[in-house]
C-alpha cells in the first residue's frame, strides 16, 4: 500500500461532494468510537516531557517495567562515561544500573530475556510484546517461532497494549503459517491499535481507506494521526490539500496539531538521539 499516491479517483470524489455520486460509496465506519481523540500519552519519568508517539524512541526497562524516552537514556549513558573516565586509575568502572529499581544492567541476552519473562510472568503487556517481537525476529540467541510470537501478541492486546494490536494485524494482513490472511481481523486489530493510541497504525487505516477509494475517512485517520506527531500524515494531507480533496481550514488545524504534538515532545537530548538514529519508524 503506497500512501504516497493518494486521491487516485480524484474526479469519482469531487462527483461524490457535488452530489453526483452515490453516498453509500464511501461508507461510515461501524465503530463510533474509532474517531474519538487518542489516549493521552504518559510522561518520562525523568526529564517530564510526554514520552515521544514513535516507540522506537522510547527505551523499556525489563527489571521494573519502567519506560523512558532515548534521550534521557542516552544522557544516563553519558553521565556513567564520564563519571568511569574521570576515576579512571583509581576506581573501578561503576556498572550501568536501571535508574529505578538499580538493578545492573543485563550483559548478555540471557540475563535479558530472563528480565523479561519475569515481566510476562507479572502479566506486563510490553514485555509481552517485547518477548513477542524477540520470537517472531529470532533475536537474542531465540529461535524463530511465530506461534509463539503470536500468542504473546494476543495476551498484550487482551490487556489492551496498543502496539500488540498492530503486530496482530500486520500476522493477519501477511498471512503465515499460524493465521490465514484475512482482512477483516487484520482490519480488527488495526482499528484497536488506532484506538489505542497508536499513530502508525492510525496512519495506516488511512492508506486502507485510501486505497478502497474512501477519502473522506482516510483524511479523518491522517488528520488524527498528523495531530499526534505523525509526519507521514502530515504528508499525505498536505498532497489532499494540493488537490482540493482537503479544505485550507482543515490543513491549517492539521498543521497546527502537528506542530505542537512535536512541540510537547521535543528536547535537546531527543533531538541528540534521533540525529543518531534518522530511521526510526514503522510504517508500511
Not at 37 to 66: F, H, K, T, W
Not at 101 to 125: G, H, I
Not at 241 to 260: D, I, M, N, Y
Request: include cysteine; charge should be neutral.
Amino acid at each position: 500500500m503506497d500512501p504516497n499516491v493518494p486521491f487516485r479517483d480524484y474526479e469519482l470524489y469531487k462527483r461524490y461532494q457535488e452530489g453526483g455520486q452515490d453516498p453509500n460509496f464511501f461508507k461510515p465506519p461501524e465503530d463510533p468510537d474509532l474517531f474519538k481523540p487518542p489516549p493521552q500519552r504518559a510522561d518520562c519519568p525523568i526529564c517530564m516531557i510526554v514520552l515521544p508517539s514513535d516507540s522506537y524512541e522510547s527505551m523499556y526497562y525489563a527489571c521494573c517495567g519502567n519506560k523512558i524516552c532515548r534521550g534521557c537514556d542516552m544522557e544516563c549513558d553519558e553521565a556513567l562515561a564520564a563519571t568511569n573516565r574521570k576515576n579512571a586509575g583509581h576506581r573501578n568502572p561503576i556498572m550501568s544500573r536501571c535508574p529505578f529499581c538499580k538493578t545492573k544492567a543485563p550483559t548478555s541476552n540471557k540475563m535479558l530475556l530472563k528480565q523479561v519473562n519475569k515481566r510476562v510472568d507479572l502479566n506486563d503487556a510490553n514485555a509481552m510484546c517485547i518477548l513477542g517481537n524477540h520470537y517472531k525476529g529470532g533475536e537474542c540467541g531465540m529461535p524463530r517461532d511465530d506461534r509463539k510470537a503470536f500468542n504473546l501478541y494476543v495476551r498484550a492486546a487482551e490487556l489492551g497494549f496498543a502496539e500488540a494490536c498492530s503486530r496482530l494485524s500486520q500476522f493477519y494482513r501477511m498471512g503465515n503459517n499460524v493465521v490465514f490472511e484475512e482482512e477483516v481481523m487484520a482490519r480488527k486489530y488495526l482499528e484497536m491499535a488506532a484506538k489505542g493510541g497508536d499513530s502508525t497504525a492510525r496512519h495506516n487505516l488511512g492508506v486502507v481507506e485510501n486505497e478502497k477509494g474512501n477519502y473522506e475517512l482516510a483524511i479523518k485517520h491522517w488528520r488524527l494521526s498528523a495531530g499526534a506527531g505523525d509526519q507521514d500524515s502530515l504528508d499525505c494531507i498536505k498532497r489532499g490539500f494540493q488537490k482540493g480533496c482537503v479544505t485550507k481550514v482543515e490543513f491549517a488545524e492539521t498543521l497546527r496539531a502537528f506542530q505542537s504534538s512535536i512541540s510537547e515532545q521535543k528536547s535537546d537530548s531527543r533531538d541528540k538521539w534521533l540525529t543518531a538514529n534518522p530511521n526510526s519508524g514503522n510504517h508500511w
